[in-house]
């Protein structure tokens, strides 16, 4: 299996701050990286497809980037409905497909 | 819009077998997707189950492979999970979700509101 390690676990940030968090594959996955959304109760919501491909829809806030086997995610400015669990997920090995433990972000 | 929307029992019996349905609705099953169940248990991170092509074609988590059948019902644009021998630690909130692969997107665009299962007698 491919392991995806995110980091940090949980993140306090306050409105406006620049955030990124990160995931590291434990092998190359090129650019098959994704990154999802989830609030409390929810399901996920696609952000970023391919590493660094805004999910339409998505403001633009929210950046991607990596390839290989480091990648991050970036708000650029935290907005009140940010505040939720970030995971990223690889879709390079079907078998499994696996996903990052999730990056708790609270505002502080 | 495509919709999807999980249905099943809330409460299984230990050994017992676990069985969800999800409708997709506003576009065909048919398309060129992938359709997979992911689950989350209380609390925890995320875990993908396996997936479908409206061929018949699955893939599975080989952590899961030996309970788990996810089929295809193309006449009603739906397909359904089940994961046999079930234990307390299959209780979890069960998504299903459509992949879609085109060029380098790879990803689960469209989920389903998630249905909570519970294992106990």
Partial sequence: ?108 | QVQLQESGPGLVKPSGTLSLTCAVSGGSISSSNWWSWIRQPPGKGLEWIGEIYHSGSTNYNPSLKSRVTISVDKSKNQFSLKLSSVTAADTAVYYCARKVVSGWENAFDIWGQGTMVTVSS
């Fill in chain 1, 1 to 108: 299996d491919i392991q995806m390690t995110q980091s940090p676990s949980s993140l306090s940030a306050s409105v406006g701050d620049r955030v990124t968090i990160t995931c590291r594959a434990s092998q190359s996955i090129s650019s098959y990286l994704n990154w999802y959304q989830q609030k409390p109760g929810k399901a996920p919501k696609l952000l970023i497809y391919a590493a660094s491909s805004l999910q339409s829809g998505v403001p633009s806030r929210f950046s991607g980037s990596g390839s290989g086997t480091d990648f991050t995610l970036t708000i650029s400015s935290l907005q009140p409905e940010d505040f939720a669990t970030y995971y990223c997920q690889q879709s390079y090995s079907t078998l499994p497909i696996t996903f990052g433990q999730g990056t708790r972000l609270e505002i502080k």
